[in-house]
């Protein structure tokens, strides 16, 4: 059975990082094809790709987080590591973890249950 | 990669048919995936490769189209498909989301 759990602070404030830590079981990163990644997604609106990592520790990062985004793994402990730097009231939104099983294809296929993430002073 | 759906909401009557779009800004591959989402609630995968129902998913979800042009259809809405339903690309890195249908009880 696979699931995935965010963990991190609720409240951030401007300027500050945000670090996030995905933990997830039923699967293993260091299977070939498996990939995980951050989602976000504002209140009311769409999800957005942030970042995935793969089994090889290939990274990829959406355009306009780039520059304040990192994203790694720990295969042993099998989690993966979202960190943020420079946090806006705009980033507020709630952070879901998701896997991607590339044999199948590069959608999401299991999400964890989200964390909400509000960027305030 | 733009995903523009259509109605951003959709009234329908209990045991009706619904039928959400989804277009793409530019030609694609069947990359195409459709999302559940209930209030709280992470998204749910109900369909990828534009037409293949994800496991566990109820026969009256279908999805179809190419190009630019998809669509699911839920044959006969019941009381738990009141949701926002969502479509993505993944042609391409970042995959990318359409903004969304909110299916709600006519």
């Known amino acids: 059975q696979v699931t995935l759990r965010e963990s991190g602070p609720a409240l951030v404030k401007p300027t500050q990082t945000l670090t996030l830590t995905c933990t997830f079981s039923g699967f293993s990163l260091s299977t070939d094809g498996m990939c995980v990644g951050w989602i976000r997604q504002p209140p009311g609106k769409a999800p957005e790709w942030l970042a995935r990592i793969d089994w090889e520790d290939d990274k990829y990062y959406t355009t306009s987080v780039k520059t304040r985004v990192t994203i790694s793994k720990d295969t042993s402990k099998n989690q993966v590591v979202l960190t943020m730097t420079n946090m806006d009231p705009l980033d507020t939104a709630t952070y879901f973890c998701?896997?991607?099983?590339?044999?199948?294809?590069?959608?999401?296929?299991?999400w964890g249950q989200g964390t909400l993430v509000t960027v305030s002073s | 990669m733009v995903m523009t759906q259509s109605p951003a909401t959709l009234s329908v009557s209990p045991g009706e048919r619904a039928t959400l779009s989804c277009g793409a800004s530019?030609?694609?591959?069947?990359?195409l995936a459709w999302y559940q989402q209930k209030p709280g609630q992470a998204p749910r995968l109900l369909i990828y490769g534009a037409s293949t129902r994800a496991t566990g998913i109820p026969v009256r979800f279908s999805g179809s189209g190419s190009g630019t042009e998809f669509t699911l259809t839920i044959s006969s809405l019941q009381s738990e498909d009141f949701a926002v339903y969502y479509c993505l690309q993944y042609n391409n890195w970042p995959g990318t989301f359409g903004q969304g249908t909110k299916v709600e009880i006519k």
């Open positions: 530019h030609s694609m591959s069947n990359y």
């Open positions: 998701a896997r991607i099983d590339t044999t199948k294809g590069y959608f999401v296929d299991y």
